[in-house]
């Protein structure tokens, strides 16, 4: 007999942590819901063709493929040439990875049906192989919005505003939504005069916290970058002061570039635009340069609070041409992703899960003997159609072991109907929390509150 | 370019049908909550240590199983002796087969910190490679409830009275909840004397709706049974009238066997006890033999209305050693299942799902420029903030193509916010579905319901 065990990087999620995460699913639902998008729910597994080459490299190696039960493709499998082309005979499809692409292939299926834009939520598992380390699994949830087929910033401005309204309701405090975009970091590459370098320079940009800016005028030295480049890098660094003198120094160092002024004006909009009463306003952050192979537009990072230790909890960017890699052309989207398992982590430890989540069993009827267990069930009925979950212990036995089941299960409140209630017509309700016992009569029971 | 697809067997839920969906799910759900059963969620991959052996041959062949994207593996494959042993160097890991052998892993695993009885939910996707077929999908869900650690025959009525909630509660009238005992079947064939004949005897009687009377009486000939065998055989099949002239029945024809006595008083206890105030009571069926590889106690089946086509909507039954394939003996487990695809078809078949289901966004407010756009923004966050679902046109364009999206979307309410309603400090409400027009102070707006 082996020891049963799960699949290294995945997890179960018990009452206690389903109910939490539920809380967490449920409050960026009702938000995506209540800013009118939509919801979708794509299969699990995908075709090979519609996910290889999206993801990179990496991503094509980390994908969880289906291996075929086809005893034919095993014969053939043991004739190929190379691994790369046995796992392509053992498999055509894959798990998913993402949701953008299952997204985007979506759209391109159903673009005869859809009402542009089309304003889509979606909340459901991916699988990646990575070597599983604390906060990384192999099988975890995203949660995205998307809008597809609008130009429009508006869209911009109400997804930082769903980030806002979730992060506020979940009762976080101090986090912050970091935006940027991808139009001032091409131009800053454009204005120096070697867009070619833009990788470079990002990538080096963006280590500016760990490596500081000599660490950084070093890298950027060694690849190629000129004094005067570095210069101009080091005074786009530098940038500092209110949103508002932010995008006027960088209107003005960046005045070359067509481009950058096309972005700082995006920037300014979505952020600047007085649309949206923020409970906590955008920064303006120049070296956010997350998803710089896909972004087009503007590109948004959501930091947990300074006070833990967690980094990014959700992002999001516009991509000029989402639908473009399955063959429709020229549909631009844009949309944000909620980092779930690590808002878990942050509410936990902040201690800001309302009790209200672990809402299970109210009452407890104990059951001692049948003239007891058959009076308890009716009035368990009763609660039960009113709503409040209640139980009938599954056998008559002793009270004490009753009443630690009802101590183990958490739940608050017992009601005792023995040989005296019941010639009474009463129920003796005890609460577990306070410790008070009343006994109530049965129109007295079919009022209370628990 | 290809054109985009998904695996065979697959399907895509667009927003109608998540909504739809999620009403079946969300009734369940709530029922299950008010039982006092508790959430459980596991991973979709499990170690193929725990699924293989567990669902039979078919089984083993049906399931999914993930390929190892190790590089010695697939070295390794290649010198395999056959296509079986090949499989299982290439996969250790496979797909969420059901939702009860999971169940069962993670009690054992987490045996330490349970508290028994574990009366336990859980509603998530399942795959087998079955060919795809009408009504029959590779990815599907399950939405199980189970007790574990319990022998109390509570549990059955209770988990009855799920059944007949949860349907009454979606609306349904007319569907059938038939029970039977594992214990009554073995009996019949221990009273004939021949217990290893079980199987086979089932197998034709199951077969009595479709193949009548002479037929089962054949092919039980066939099967080495006697006349007077087959005599007992049709006393059993004959039993009628009502539930206790049935159990009177069965007590008499049956009473040689102690199983079947025992069977008959659990049979009795479940749809007899006075316990549950039934909707729709429970049905004798004696026929009824699902699960007969693993069922020990009550079998349960639930029917469709008669006035659909769709058989089976669920069904469940007692297993009095749950874990001891995981080498935790002697405990006993109940369960039942809800086939929320076949309950999804027939709703819409009987036009069952309420229209709420589909509510979505309820006002859409025009975009007739910046000034317009503005104030629209401003009241929209105050509808949103009420919880109810607004969106703003993402760009100023002609009233037609506004109204027309308004109308694709079902969007019921409009709010126009032209010139003469921006210097009027009002807004104009037009309901789309009585096609009625009303011109609105800002406070009124804000104690409007839509």
Not at 139 to 167: H, K, M, P, R, W
Not at 284 to 307: F, H, Q, S, W
Request: aromatic share 8%; hydrophobic share 40%; glycine share 8%.
């Amino acid at each position: 007999m082996i020891k049963p065990s799960i699949p290294s990087g995945t997890r179960d999620f018990g009452p206690v942590v389903v109910r939490k995460r539920n809380y967490i699913f449920q409050t960026i639902r009702s938000t995506f819901e209540v800013y009118g998008f939509q919801p979708l729910e794509t299969p699990a597994m995908e075709n090979l063709s519609t996910l290889t080459g999206k993801y990179g490299e990496e991503g094509d190696k980390l994908m969880f493929r289906i291996l075929s039960n086809n005893d034919d493709k095993l014969a053939a499998a043991k004739a190929a040439a190379s691994n790369k082309e046995m796992s392509s005979i053992l498999s055509d499809k894959a798990l998913r990875y993402d949701l953008t692409i299952p997204f985007a292939r979506y759209v391109v299926m159903n673009q005869q049906e859809l009402t542009l834009p089309f304003k889509r939520y979606q909340m459901q598992p991916v699988w990646r192989g990575d070597r599983p380390q604390k906060g990384r699994y192999r099988e975890f949830y995203q949660c995205d919005a998307d809008v597809v087929g609008s130009n429009s910033l508006l869209n911009e401005v109400e997804l930082l505003l769903i980030y806002d309204t979730v992060l506020t309701r979940l009762g976080l405090q101090g986090y912050e939504l970091r935006v940027n975009n991808r139009k001032i970091l091409s131009g800053l590459a454009e204005v120096i005069g070697k867009q070619e370098l833009l990788t470079d320079i990002t990538i080096s940009i963006d280590k500016l916290d760990k490596i500081g800016a000599e660490g950084v005028r070093k890298e950027l030295a060694a690849r190629g970058l000129t004094d005067a480049d570095i210069t101009t890098i080091e005074q786009f660094l530098a940038i500092s002061g209110t949103s508002e003198e932010k995008l006027a120094q960088l209107k003005t160092l960046l005045a070359a570039s067509e481009t950058a002024q096309k972005g700082i004006e995006e920037l300014s909009f979505v952020i600047n635009s007085g649309y949206a009463p923020f409970n906590t306003a955008p920064i303006i952050d120049v070296t956010l340069a997350r998803g710089l192979n896909y972004y087009t537009g503007m590109i948004v990072e959501v930091k947990a609070p300074a006070t833990v230790k967690m980094g990014s909890i959700g992002g999001g960017g516009r991509y000029d041409d989402l639908t473009g890699m399955f063959g429709m052309k020229g549909t631009s989207g844009v949309g944000i992703s909620f980092g779930v398992d690590r808002i878990y982590d942050v509410l936990e430890e902040l201690k800001l899960f309302p009790e209200a989540t672990q809402q299970s069993t109210k009452v407890l009827f104990l059951n001692l003997g049948e003239a007891s267990a058959r009076a308890a069930f009716s009035y368990m009925m009763q609660l039960r159609a009113r709503g409040i979950a209640a139980e009938l212990f599954h056998e008559s036995a002793k009270m004490d072991k009753q009443m630690k089941y009802a101590d183990k299960r958490g739940i608050p409140y017992v009601v005792i109907l023995g040989e005296s209630e019941l010639q009474e017509n009463l129920l003796s309700v005890k609460n577990l929390v306070s410790g008070q016992q009343e006994k109530v009569s049965a129109a007295a029971f079919a009022e209370m509150t628990f």
